[in-house]
C-alpha cells in the first residue's frame, strides 16, 4: 500500500465522532463565511503548558542513570515526535534502554504531573468553548501519546474536539505533514481552509506542510517566520471571526 493510502486509512480511522453535517451542530451558527473550516490543536505548549514537566521528567530520568540533563537539551526537543526525542536522550544520556522504554519512562512522569493538575494555556480554553459554541469544529494533533491525551481531554467536555490526532497513531510525526494531513481528511476538508495554532518550528513546519493557515503563539522556544505563518503573543481575545481573518492576512 503507498503512503497516501495509508494516509487516508489512518485518517478514516481517526475521527472519533460524527461530522458537523451529520449532528447538526452548524445550525447553531449564522454567518459561517466568518469563521475557519476548522481549527487544529497542537496540544503540548499551545493548549496546555505541560513543557516544563517534559523537562522534569527528561532531568529526572538522567539523574536515575546517573547522565546529564540541562534545560536546554530538553527545550531542542519542543515539538519533535516521542521516539525521535527519546533517540536524541539515548545518545545524550548514554542510555541503555530502547526509545519505546525511554519514551515510557517519561509518560509516567508527565502522566502524574498532569493528574495533580492541567496548566492550561491563557485563553485556550476560552477559545475552545467560544468555537464550539460558533459550530467550529476541532481537532487535536499531538505528538504526545493516548495516555497523556486522555487525562487532559477529561478536563474537557466530550465533544470538545472532533478529531484526535496522537503521536501512537501516526506513521510520520511532525514536522511531516501527515498528522495535520490526518486530521483534516478526518474532518473532511481541505487543509487549506483551516487555522493550526502551533507553539513549535517542528509543528509548525508540520501544519504549513499540510497546507494549513498556521497561527504562532510563541511559548518556550522561538519560531521563525514562515510563507503560512501569522504570529500572535496570546490566545487571549481570539474569537473564529479572529482566526478566519488571519487567513486573509496571507492573501
Known amino acids: 500500500m503507498t503512503e497516501p493510502d495509508d494516509e487516508r486509512r489512518r485518517a478514516e480511522d481517526a475521527r472519533l465522532v460524527p461530522n458537523d453535517n451529520e449532528t447538526g451542530r452548524n445550525d447553531v451558527v449564522g454567518d459561517q463565511t466568518s469563521l475557519p473550516a476548522a481549527v487544529l490543536w497542537d496540544m503540548d505548549g499551545t493548549l496546555v503548558d505541560t513543557e516544563p514537566a517534559w523537562v522534569a521528567a527528561e532531568t529526572a530520568l538522567a539523574h536515575r542513570h546517573g547522565a546529564e540533563w540541562t534545560e536546554a537539551d530538553g527545550l531542542s526537543l519542543v515539538g519533535n515526535s516521542l521516539l525521535t526525542s527519546a533517540g536524541y536522550i539515548r545518545e545524550r544520556m548514554g542510555l541503555d534502554l530502547t526509545p519505546e522504554e525511554i519514551v515510557e519512562e517519561l509518560l509516567d512522569g508527565v502522566v502524574a504531573s498532569v493528574r495533580e493538575s492541567v496548566p492550561w494555556r491563557p485563553g485556550a480554553r476560552e477559545l475552545l468553548e467560544e468555537l464550539h459554541a460558533r459550530g467550529v469544529p476541532c481537532a487535536l494533533v499531538t505528538m504526545s501519546y493516548e495516555r497523556l491525551v486522555a487525562p487532559i481531554l477529561g478536563h474537557l467536555p466530550a465533544d470538545t474536539f472532533d478529531v484526535v490526532i496522537t503521536g501512537d497513531k501516526v506513521s510520520y510525526g511532525k514536522p511531516h505533514p501527515e498528522p495535520y494531513l ?43 517566520p514562515g510563507p503560512r505563518r501569522v504570529f500572535r503573543d496570546s490566545l487571549t481575545e481570539l474569537d473564529g471571526p479572529a482566526l478566519a481573518r488571519l487567513q486573509s492576512e496571507l492573501g
Open 182 to 224: 490526518s486530521a483534516a481528511a478526518a474532518l473532511g476538508l481541505d487543509p487549506a481552509d483551516c487555522v493550526a495554532i502551533e507553539d513549535s518550528s517542528t509543528g509548525a513546519t508540520s501544519a504549513e506542510a499540510a497546507g494549513c493557515t498556521v497561527l504562532v503563539v510563541q511559548n518556550h522556544v522561538a519560531v521563525p
